[in-house]
């Protein structure tokens, strides 16, 4: 009884309706195409065990951070569910140093961006991009700003949590009779969060190539367009 009513208190809490959801995500989606974003491509193996070029797989990112550099160089990002990419990397091994490249894209690579966003259009990038293989058999792409190897950190996370679903929890009859509330609810498509531990920098723009370069700048997402940053606009006050 008393588990009972603590769920219920904490479904109540966080209690969001359909409408007020919807509309935060439309604001939020407003605000982010206002905020220049980094653009990344993962890539890994589809069969980690007796892996060929057909087994290459890369998908570009719609979120991508660094979280964390102490105690361990952390970063993060999330795939939307089914994918080809998020089932290779739950399947992938846990001991080799890395299970995936996360390649930072520059400046010279939106034509990548799309190749590996698009695969109804794209079904072959990796005949179309030049690339290198980490220790590990990864590909690492060409010309990226850097390339960080990297294993998962912890199982990746579920972000279909019913109770934040904008459903009436709190008054439906049937979550009484239901063994789970997934079975009342369903999970509709959602998706998986993963925090991975950078274990090498496979490739550095800046070891390669001077500051002047296009592949030493970042590749943004603004606006719903591909751009990139230059010093010249910063005023002079603003300047570090």
Known sequence: MLARDLQRHIVQRAHLSTTTNNEVKKRLRSLLRESAQPVAVVTSLLHFNDASPNDYHGATL??????????YPLVAFSL???SRMATSLRSAHPDPPSNMVVNILSATQAPTAVLFSRPDLHPNPFQEVEFTLNREGIPVLEGCLGALSCKLATNPMLLDDPRFSGRDFENDSRLGDAE???EIFPP???SELFIARVTNIERLALDEADTNDPQTMPLLYHRRNYLTCSSKYLLDNQKP
């Open 80 to 82: 939307r569910i089914p």
């Open 62 to 71: 719609s979120s991508f951070s660094s979280i964390a550099l102490d105690p």
């Open 188 to 190: 509709s498509i959602t």
């Open 180 to 182: 789970s509330e997934n």
